[in-house]
């Protein structure tokens, strides 16, 4: 059975840095990538970030360029998501998805095969 479980979030101050995690687990994800959304309250689910199996592409939301960084450890079945100078805008329930393949159409995620609960991030002004 997959599971995935995000780690990591919090109540933080604007300008300050949290460090999500996100482990899975239960089968082989050898050619997946993994990627990070959130959803506000009242908003659709939108896309932050993704990363490629081998960890050498990447692709950010404008938003967040300059910000944040992904990165994932293969051998331990976790992507991470460096955020730092945070904003009140960042403010949501933070996903990570995991989806065959990389490329083409980074912001939908339908194309996401396995999703983990969801960690809260809240930055307080």
């Known amino acids: 059975q997959v599971q995935v479980v995000e780690s990591g979030g919090g109540l933080v101050q604007a300008g300050d840095s949290l460090r999500l995690s996100c482990v899975a687990s239960?089968?082989?994800?050898?050619?997946?990538?993994m990627g990070w959304f959130r959803q506000a309250p009242g908003k659709e689910r939108e896309f932050v970030a993704d990363?490629?199996?081998?960890?050498?592409?990447?692709y950010y939301e404008d938003s967040v360029k300059g910000r944040f960084a992904i990165s994932r450890d293969n051998a331990k079945n976790t992507v991470y998501l460096q955020m730092n100078s945070l904003k009140p805008e960042d403010t949501a329930v933070y996903y990570c998805?995991?989806?065959?393949?990389?490329?083409?159409?980074?912001?939908?995620?339908?194309?996401?095969?396995?999703w983990g609960q969801g960690t809260q991030v809240t930055v307080s002004s």
């Open positions: 998805g995991l989806k065959r393949g990389y490329g083409g159409n980074h912001y939908q995620p339908r194309l996401y095969e396995y």
């Open positions: 990363i490629n199996w081998s960890g050498d592409s990447t």
């Open positions: 239960g089968r082989t994800f050898r050619g997946y990538a």
